[in-house]
């Protein structure tokens, strides 16, 4: 089917009924289907699409599945595209869509899905126009409804009325930030006269005895307190208030009904806190919902009952309801909670931790955020306060309580492994929220006391593990010590209790062989517990064999490995220097078998841990470790990179193993006398390193991948090695230009910043070594660059954004870390650089500007010096930054502005990664004022009259010096941004992209 061509009339009407009939057709093939729904996808983004859906709706002869897709289009427009829609032609879009709305509301058995999207269409569209005549239509529909026909009719009118804020306020709505805030106005206005008729159409005998009919009051209700300003007294008058909280408890209100009620009534919870201008509400509100508690307490039971026999406990929508009500309650009125007068604060907590207790983790789970909140709010109360003493001794009972809940609800379902990939998501999501709110209990009650409340409950779990084989509740236990593990206090009594935790898996293990393999989330469960409790092994290190030799039999476990890798890498981290040399053994171990589960992230974990112990060895042990766990890593390199036909992805594995030797070795304690040679550097000789990695780029010239991971070698081993790396720079430098010469990629220059961190600012001569370096690399990049046009060279800049960050950030790290070298010995480098910076904010690549700008303020910076600098330097740099700026300045403050009009691209006023327009500027203004007025109004001078004119071009000058006169940075920040912002969207304006503010972009 073609696509639809710009026309009108029966040749558009034709196309558009074949696309319907082939959509909805029952003899429609699947690739008719198809092939029509993307016709129809996109008429709908047509000029025509207008004309046809008005007259569409206008033919009571056809489809539900016509009307409603012409209702549909209509509403989709009116929401993204009205700013297209000429301003003659929208009144008489409002004119027909009122009718549409007046003639189907008034049709007896009309779609339900009609009516509400068109009630949509009407809301959009008085939002866009401010069409505030639309609240007049509201009864005039009601009034015209033939005899009846009241209640339907009706209906559609509750719809328009709840669709009205609901459409103001969302972000599908495309329209100027003023013209939404009038309506909003308009909105408020109305309460009143909203809250009155809501109330006289509740009291309604067909309504209240109509569900759908009551839930239409309720829904239009819920949408004006959660959009517009109700004022708390006159909502508190509202009878439809409290028949909405008596509606609760009536055991016959329908589900969907009932629903309708709790989300209301939740929202006015949300919108109206416990403060002082909020008490009449709260007086009406609190009862009523209290009264609930013994409805809830029954279903509650009820779900206990049928667990106890079997059954799932799944919760009711009556027990959903009411449980976030409850919740929703306590989070609102957490402030009267806390109180220190008595009002029953001990029965509002009760009943939250009564909906923690539901047998249904999805119910029980809601309440979480409460208990974060109550915590977090007795935890700001001051320690010298005695309310925080008494709330702490009335609810620590509570609490206690809630621990247990928690531990129940980490218990996973009976059908887990029958869930799919997402359904499991949604219970780990689930299960980690829960520990959250035991972390909440370590804080409120201690972690020692949460531990033995813990402790106790493991005990009858591990009874009905080995009576019945239930592994469920002992799992939940580990799992939940294993969470507060970081939170519990070292001390004897929790040692002990720890202690005998683990020998209860370790004998697990042995006593109940054929049984344990049979439980590996379990298992899973027991390898982190034992990586969380490193600490306490550093006091316990006779325990670490036996527990080594536990974790290593889980890593031949699927299910267990990854966690298995993890517990050995904590364990070697935190307890190295209880560890050694010896465990380094471990590593030969995995060598010499093969281990058909352990993937290449936890071989890398176990790495890393390994190398974590190293750093903690002396000196000449930590030379015979890392040639012992580097030794097969190069090995297998080597005859990866001379294999014939190397594989990529073998190679990269090896590299990231050599990357997680190397990287931990940052942060070793070994002390490296003067002339002695780092372990690091006496690995490079004595595997060749260099030379292996020389061959490797060689071979893998095109390959991008390669260059970033074989690069990482050279980064953490500089990293790692710091000053004792200095005996392999000059050749390091040499081959990372040879590289990138044969390459061209950004990795190799990223080294380049990396060299420049470590051996910048030792001495002068260094300093300008690492020039010769940038100015080497200049001397590959700039050429690449140069083409015959403009047109050409964004192009290139284009193809190579990464490139282009890269370079900039070295430029950057230099100029901050030696701008005496920079701006002295290699001024000319500088102005170059600057130059081809103003060329590069041409890209469209919002990283790649930032680091041309956080170029720009550097060089600035530079001729801003400290006050400790000395005079003598401080009078250079200045001179020099004076010099570049001769040469360069207007060419970057009028790129700058560039940028802001629209002219260029990301612009990156004030925020974004790397520099900024505002930041460069204020760095201008801090070093010479009077060049930023200078070039500043050259630029603007320079730009089109229709962009900005002669007076604004003064009043901005005229702000612009009161900004530089301040030290305030947030001021000058804010001139530079108002004006550079106004200068964008006049310029998006005049070049025809006239396109309002989205919401989500305010």
């Known amino acids: 089917m073609a696509q639809p061509a710009a026309q009108g009339g029966a040749g558009l009407e034709a196309q558009f009924n074949a696309a319907m009939t082939a959509c909805f057709g029952q003899n429609s093939t699947q690739e008719q289907r198809s092939e029509a729904d993307r016709w129809l996808q996109h008429f709908q983004q047509t000029n025509e699409a207008w004309e046809v859906s008005v007259n569409l709706l206008g033919n009571a002869s056809l489809s539900p599945e016509i009307l409603f897709f012409a209702a549909n289009t209509l509403h989709g427009k009116i929401q993204y595209e009205f700013y297209d829609l000429p301003q003659e032609n929208q009144a008489g879009l409002r004119d027909a869509i009122s009718g549409h709305l007046m003639r189907w509301g008034l049709t007896p058995g009309v779609s339900k899905a009609l009516t509400k999207r068109l009630c949509l269409c009407a809301a959009a569209l008085a939002v866009q126009m401010n069409w505030r005549e639309v609240f007049e239509s509201i009864p005039a529909l009601i009034a015209k409804a033939a005899p009846g026909t009241e209640l339907?009719?009706?209906?559609?009118?509750?719809?328009?009325?709840?669709?009205?804020?609901?459409?103001?306020?969302?972000?599908?709505?495309?329209?100027?930030?003023?013209t939404r805030d009038a309506f909003q106005v308009a909105l408020d206005q109305s309460v009143p006269q909203v809250l009155a008729f809501l109330s006289q159409t509740a009291a309604r005998a067909d309504i209240t005895s109509d569900a759908e009919g009551f839930e239409g009051v309720l829904v239009a209700l819920g949408m004006w307190v959660k959009f517009c300003k109700i004022p708390p007294d006159l909502l508190a008058q509202q009878p439809l208030l409290g028949t909405a909280l008596d509606l609760l408890a009536n055991p016959q209100?329908?589900?969907?009904?009932?629903?309708?009620?709790?989300?209301?009534?939740?929202?006015?919870?949300?919108?109206?806190?416990?403060?002082?201008?909020?008490?009449n509400l709260v007086q009406i509100m609190v009862p009523k919902i209290m009264a609930l508690q013994p409805r809830f307490v029954a279903s509650v039971n009820e779900a206990k009952a049928e667990v106890a026999q079997g059954g799932d406990g799944e919760g009711d929508d009556v027990s959903r309801g009411l449980c976030r009500l409850f919740t929703e309650m306590g989070e609102s009125y957490i402030k009267l909670i806390l109180s220190p007068d008595p009002l029953n604060q001990v029965a509002v907590v009760q009943i939250v931790l009564d909906c923690t207790s539901h047998p249904d983790a999805d119910i029980g789970t809601?309440?979480?955020?409460?208990?974060?909140?109550?915590?977090?709010?007795?935890?700001?109360?001051?320690?010298?306060?005695p309310l925080k003493a008494q709330h702490h001794a009335t609810f620590s009972p509570l609490i206690s309580n809630l621990v247990g809940e928690c531990v129940r609800l980490l218990s996973y379902p009976t059908d887990i492994d029958e869930m799919g990939r997402q359904e499991r998501d949604d219970v780990a999501y689930q299960r980690q929220k829960i520990s959250d709110t035991l972390y909440d209990c370590c804080l409120f009650l201690g972690g020692e006391v949460v531990l033995t409340q813990v402790y106790t409950k493991l005990g009858s779990d591990y009874a009905a593990l080995e009576a019945t084989g239930s592994w469920v509740g002992l799992e939940a236990c580990v799992m939940a010590v294993h969470q507060i593990a970081k939170d519990i206090p070292a001390s004897p009594i929790a040692d002990e209790k720890l202690m005998q935790m683990i020998n209860m898996l370790l004998h697990l293990q042995t006593s109940t062989a054929g049984a344990w393999s049979t439980w590996p989330r379990l298992r899973y469960t027991a390898c982190k517990f034992i990586g969380s409790l490193a600490p306490l092994f550093r006091r316990q290190s006779q325990l670490l064999s036996p527990l080594f030799t536990f974790l290593y039999s889980h890593l031949t476990v699927k299910e267990?490995?990854?966690?298995?890798?993890?517990?050995?890498?904590?364990?070697?981290?935190r307890c190295s220097e209880q560890l050694g040399e010896p465990v380094l053994s471990l590593y030969d171990q995995i060598n010499g078998e093969t281990l058909e589960y352990l993937e290449l992230k936890d071989e890398l974990s176990i790495i890393n841990g390994l190398s974590s112990v190293v750093r903690k060895l002396d000196l000449v042990s930590a030379r015979r470790s890392v040639q012992q766990l580097l030794s097969p890593i190069c090995q297998r390199l080597t005859a990866a990179v001379n294999d014939p036909s190397p594989s990529p992805k073998r190679i990269i594995a090896e590299?990231?193993?050599?990357?997680?030797?190397?990287?931990?070795?940052?942060?070793?304690?070994?002390?490296?006398?003067?002339?002695?040679?780092?372990?690091?550097?006496?690995?490079?000789?004595?595997?060749?390193?260099?030379?292996?990695?020389?061959?490797?780029?060689?071979?893998?010239?095109?390959?991008?991948?390669?260059?970033?991971?074989?690069?990482?070698?050279?980064?953490?081993?500089?990293?790692a090695c710091k000053q004792h790396f200095a005996p392999l720079l000059e050749m390091t430098v040499q081959r990372l230009l040879q590289h990138f010469s044969n390459t061209g990629f950004a990795a190799f220059v990223y080294i380049a910043s990396t060299i420049t961190s470590q051996f910048s600012r030792n001495t002068y001569e260094m300093d300008c070594k690492l020039l010769e370096m940038l100015g080497s690399f200049s001397q590959l990049i700039f050429p690449q660059f140069q083409a015959a046009t403009p047109a050409d060279t964004l192009q290139l800049l284009t193809n190579k954004p990464d490139l282009v960050e890269e370079y900039f950030y070295l430029c950057s790290k230099f100029m901050d870390s030696c701008p005496r070298a920079a701006l002295e010995q290699g001024q000319a480098l500088s102005i170059a650089c600057m130059q081809f910076g103003v060329i590069a904010t041409t890209i469209d690549h919002r990283e790649a500007n930032g680091a041309v700008l956080a170029f720009f303020e550097s060089v600035i910076g530079a001729g801003i010096p400290r006050e400790s600098t000395d005079p003598a330097l401080a009078a250079v740099l200045r001179a020099g930054v004076d010099g570049v700026m001769a040469q360069q300045g207007q060419a970057v403050v009028s790129a700058l502005l560039e940028a802001a009009a629209g002219v260029r691209p990301s612009p990156?006023?004030?925020?974004?990664?790397g520099g900024t327009i505002a930041g460069v500027l204020w760095k201008l203004a801090r070093f010479n004022a009077a060049t930023l007025s200078t070039t500043l109004m050259a630029a603007l001078a320079a730009m089109d009259e229709r962009v900005v004119d002669n007076e604004e071009r003064g009043k901005f000058m005229a702000e612009l010096g009161g900004a530089i006169q301040t030290p305030s940075k947030e001021h000058f920040y804010r001139t530079i941004v108002t004006f550079l912002g106004m200068l964008n969207g006049i310029s998006e304006g005049f070049n025809g992209h006239n396109r309002p503010q989205h919401k989500d972009e305010e």
């Not at 559609?156 to 100027?176: G, I, K, M, Q, T």
């Not at 955020?369 to 700001?380: I, T, Y």
Request: charge should be negative.
């Open 655 to 719: 590299l990231e193993r050599l990357v997680a030797v190397i990287k931990p070795l940052e942060k070793a304690s070994y002390v490296i006398a003067e002339g002695e040679v780092h372990p690091l550097v006496q690995a490079v000789e004595t595997f060749q390193l260099w030379p292996l990695l020389d061959t490797l780029f060689t071979k893998f010239a095109t390959s991008e991948p390669i260059a970033e991971k074989g690069t990482r070698v050279y980064r953490y081993m500089i990293k």
């Open 253 to 279: 209100c329908p589900p969907d009904l009932f629903e309708a009620d709790v989300d209301t009534l939740v929202g006015v919870l949300r919108r109206y806190d416990a403060s002082p201008e909020h008490m």
């Open 908 to 913: 990156n006023l004030e925020d974004g990664k």
């Open 366 to 385: 809601i309440p979480l955020w409460f208990w974060f909140r109550l915590v977090k709010e007795w935890r700001n109360l001051e320690d010298t306060d």
């Open 152 to 178: 339907s009719v009706t209906k559609v009118a509750l719809d328009l009325l709840a669709c009205l804020p609901d459409e103001c306020n969302s972000y599908r709505l495309e329209c100027h930030p003023d």
């Open 560 to 573: 267990t490995v990854e966690a298995a890798a993890s517990a050995i890498q904590d364990l070697c981290e």
